[in-house]
């Protein structure tokens, strides 16, 4: 899995860092078919919009998933980032799963 964070108008810190990789660990514990991950934070400095966001895109074999989350405290825009992202997976993974062709009928 290729995992890149980057920070818009903030510091990617390695304490940052390590939270975000600890909670994208559990997408990759329910599919493990996952290609590549992109993770943007930002910080909002427009007065309309004050906060913290994180965007995330996931390519998974198949089909790719984008979800984003904004709030007050960084980390708690990951968190909730990570649970929008995991509703995502857990759906592709049903999807991928319960596409089971039948076998073909025999005709005499």
């Known amino acids: 899995m290729n995992l890149t ?5 903030l510091d ?4 940052l860092r390590s939270y975000v990789t600890s909670k994208l660990d559990r997408i990759t514990r ?7 991950v992109k993770v943007i934070l ?3 400095k427009q007065k309309e919009k004050e906060g913290q966001r994180a965007e995330c895109n996931i390519h998974v074999k198949g089909s790719d998933m984008f979800a984003e989350s904004s709030h007050a405290d960084l980390y ?3 968190d909730a980032l990570v649970d929008k992202l995991d509703r995502q997976v ?3 993974k049903e999807l991928v799963k319960d596409h089971v062709h039948a076998a073909p009928k025999r005709v005499m």
Do not use: L, Y
């Open 42 to 44: 930002t910080v909002e």
């Open 12 to 15: 990617v810190t390695p304490a």
């Open 76 to 78: 708690a825009a990951v």
């Open 30 to 36: 329910h599919f493990d078919q996952v290609v590549d």
């Open 90 to 92: 857990k759906r592709h």
């Open 5 to 9: 964070i980057s920070g818009h108008h």
